[in-house]
T-cell receptor, first 114, second 113 residues
């Protein structure tokens, strides 16, 4: 079974631009979550989607948004990029959206804002 | 305010010995606690989890202990192997939602041959 895939793997953008990152979950998984990893803050939860509905949202500004499609693929968008948005963005999928089961993480998209 | 804390940024252990990684939390509403391992340039990989109604869960060389009164959990790796060298993250979630994980900042484990 193919794992979680994220595209692109690396991205360089300029301050003020916007960016869209894509995540394809493991086949059959309906829950997708996004996380931001930075050296100072560690891994921080952005949002979670299940069956095309946002279930939870972390403490990030409205410039960060996401969506999930009917095939469970998800995208996240960051508008008006700031230097501080430079980070590794990780996507994770799980079969269900409740309980303590594991989430499967993708390799991440490394975003650099200059 | 950090809800999940890993106070040791790094840990060095000899091969064959026990590795003990610690994690403290502040939110008594957490339902599940999980440990993830992360190698450079890869996403985190799930290791083991424990429900808040249990105090121990074991899977091969990995055992997680939960002390709810102290709001503390630990991951024991016995015996430690060089391939265990990685960054270990403690995480927790609550409200029945699996996708909303609160992570600690990680502990870098180095297992020396």
């Amino acid at each position: 079974k193919a794992g979680v895939t994220q595209t692109p793997r690396y991205l360089i953008k300029t301050r003020g631009q916007q960016v869209t990152l894509s995540c394809s979950p493991i086949s059959g998984h309906r829950s997708v979550s996004w996380y931001q990893q930075t050296p100072g803050q560690g891994l921080q939860f952005l949002f979670e989607y299940f069956s095309e509905t946002q279930r939870n949202k972390g403490n990030f500004p409205g410039r960060f948004s996401g969506r999930q499609f009917s095939n469970s693929r998800s995208e996240m968008n960051v508008s008006t990029l700031e230097l501080g948005d430079s980070a590794l963005y990780l996507c994770a999928s799980s079969l269900i959206a409740t309980g303590g089961g594991e989430q499967y993480f993708g390799p991440g998209t490394r975003l650099t804002v200059t | 305010d950090q809800q999940v804390k890993q106070n040791s940024p790094s840990l060095s252990v000899q091969e064959g010995r026990i590795s003990i990684l610690n994690c403290d939390y502040t939110n008594s509403m957490f339902d599940y606690f999980l440990w993830y391992k992360k190698y450079p340039a890869e996403g985190p990989t799930f290791l083991i989890s424990i429900s808040s109604i249990k105090d121990k869960n074991e899977d091969g060389r990995f055992t997680v202990f939960l002390n709810k009164s102290a709001k503390h959990l630990s991951l024991h790796i016995v015996p430690s192997q060089p391939g265990d060298s990685a960054v270990y993250f403690c995480a927790a979630n609550y409200g029945g939602s699996q996708g909303n994980l609160i992570f600690g900042k990680g502990t870098k484990l180095s297992v020396k041959p």
